[in-house]
């Protein structure tokens, strides 16, 4: 089961600001960087932030990652209809040997 | 750019051993100081790693997955392996294989690759 909660859906018209909340614990995002993925319907995951609030390249400023305590945000501003998506947060975990763990994930649906 | 592809038997019998290729194309397994990993994803749910290997042979596992995992690379033929054994219907997903960066879990995907556990 994953230890970093989401809530299951959020969602906003276009041209609005959402943001995703990830939550978590001192093991995981307390203490590691955070990573947003993106899943469009159909396809595998694209990484969408990295190191907490980092964009790969190709990755619109639009998207925005922030970190406080044990918990993590991604905002999408200006939300466009191809941002409809499920989003993933996850970070590395220290218990047991440390694993890489995943979010409970976000539907965004842009109505 | 590396590209990765996933392949291998789609279905499999409970309590026999899943076993999945990924081969990276567009570039040398070898170079850089990336590590491989497995992603799965049951259908309509959420995403579980299931472990990573560095071209060394070195490897980290999930530890939800109780000594089951295997992952091995082989750097001659530019390909990395899961190896999943005493499967049950619980471990049929779409699994991925990923590039990671020393700066980013995960930063390229393969399309994924669907397994199904039964009889």
């Known amino acids: 089961q994953s230890v970093l909660t989401q809530p299951p859906s959020a969602s906003g018209t276009p041209g609005q600001r959402v943001t995703i909340s990830c939550s978590g614990s001192?093991?995981?995002?307390?203490?590691?960087?955070v990573y947003w993925y993106q899943q469009l319907p159909g396809t595998a995951p694209k990484l969408l932030i990295y190191?907490?609030?980092q964009r790969p390249s190709g990755v619109p400023d639009r998207f925005s990652g922030s970190k406080s305590g044990t918990s993590a945000s991604l905002a999408i501003s200006g939300l466009r209809s191809e941002d409809e998506a499920d989003y993933y947060c996850?970070?590395?975990?220290?218990?047991?040997?440390?694993?890489?763990?995943f979010g409970t994930g976000t539907k965004v649906t842009v109505l | 750019q590396v590209q990765l592809q996933e392949s291998g038997p789609g279905l499999v019998k409970p309590s026999q051993t899943l076993s999945l290729t990924c081969t990276v194309s567009?570039?040398?397994?070898?170079?850089?100081?990336?590590?491989w990993s497995w992603i799965r994803q049951p259908a309509g749910k959420g995403l579980e790693w299931i472990g990573r290997?560095?071209?060394?042979?070195?490897?980290n596992y999930n530890p939800s997955l109780k000594g089951r995992v295997t992952i091995s690379v082989d750097t001659s033929k530019n390909q990395f392996s899961l190896k999943l054994s005493s499967v049950t219907a619980a471990d049929t997903a779409l699994y991925y294989c990923?590039?990671?960066?020393?700066?980013?879990?995960?930063?390229?995907w393969g399309q994924g690759t669907l397994v199904t556990v039964s009889s």
């Open positions: 190191r907490d609030n």
């Open positions: 001192s093991s995981n995002i307390g203490g590691n960087y």
């Open positions: 990923t590039r990671d960066l020393v700066i980013a879990v995960a930063a390229t």
């Open positions: 290997v560095y071209t060394s042979g070195s490897a």
């Open positions: 567009g570039g040398s397994i070898s170079s850089g100081a990336y590590s």
């Open positions: 996850a970070a590395w975990d220290d218990r047991v040997s440390g694993s890489f763990v």
